[in-house]
């Protein structure tokens, strides 16, 4: 799996050893209380080694699932870059709807670490061929939607067009 850098960022595949870090991370209420319709903060290891199994089991040329850490290889969230899960009833419009998700500890909030990791990814998948990203934020994640803002998205209205429940919904194309 591809490893991406940026100037303070490593950009990684999750591994079993990374346990600890996930179980603290989204155990956490603050990380997940935006996440979906019914967000339910993670409880055990053997919850969080089977999500890495699902992460490291994403396997496709522009999707992927990153851990991010900082150079010196300090874990600090995580980065996502999939197609978005579509609300019960709505169609689906094909391979455009792909999302980018972050989630970071929060001792590594306020440092620009979300947006950078974010940049990098973009300019990555976009010279793949990635045709455009959505960010789906809940109507009150202000810290999400002005990582939206720092990328350049362009802000789409709301929509519950995903994950069951109202969103802001962001947009950015290549170039
Ligand atoms: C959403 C989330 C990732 C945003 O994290 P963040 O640290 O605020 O976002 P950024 O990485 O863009 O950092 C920007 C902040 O770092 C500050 N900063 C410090 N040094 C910086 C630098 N070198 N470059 C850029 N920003 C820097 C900015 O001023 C800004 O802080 P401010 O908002 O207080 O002005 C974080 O709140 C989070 O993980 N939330 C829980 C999970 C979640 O809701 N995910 C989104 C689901 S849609």
């Known amino acids: ?33 935006f996440l979906g319709a019914h967000p339910t903060p993670m409880r055990t290891r053997e919850e969080a080694l089977a999500s890495i199994a699902r992460r490291r089991a994403v396997d496709h040329p522009i999707h992927r699932i990153w851990a991010i850490t900082t150079a010196a290889h300090v874990l600090v969230g995580n980065l996502l870059l999939k197609p978005i899960a579509v609300t019960a009833g709505e169609p689906t419009v094909g391979p455009d ?17 979300a947006t950078e990791a974010a940049e990098a990814v973009l300019a990555d998948a976009f010279s793949r061929g990635l045709p455009k990203v959505l960010a789906v934020t809940d109507p009150d994640n202000q810290a999400s939607q002005a990582v939206c803002r720092r990328l350049g998205m362009t802000g789409l209205g709301r929509t519950t067009r995903y994950y069951d429940a109202p969103h802001e919904l962001f947009e950015k194309l290549p170039g």
Do not use: K, Q
């Open 97 to 113: 709807e792909v999302e980018i998700g972050w989630h970071l500890h929060p001792g590594a909030w306020g440092h620009g670490y």
């Open 1 to 33: 799996m591809r490893i991406i850098t940026s100037d303070r960022l490593v950009l990684r595949p999750w591994r079993d050893d990374d346990a600890d870090f996930l179980l603290d991370l989204e155990s956490r209420w603050e990380v997940v209380r």
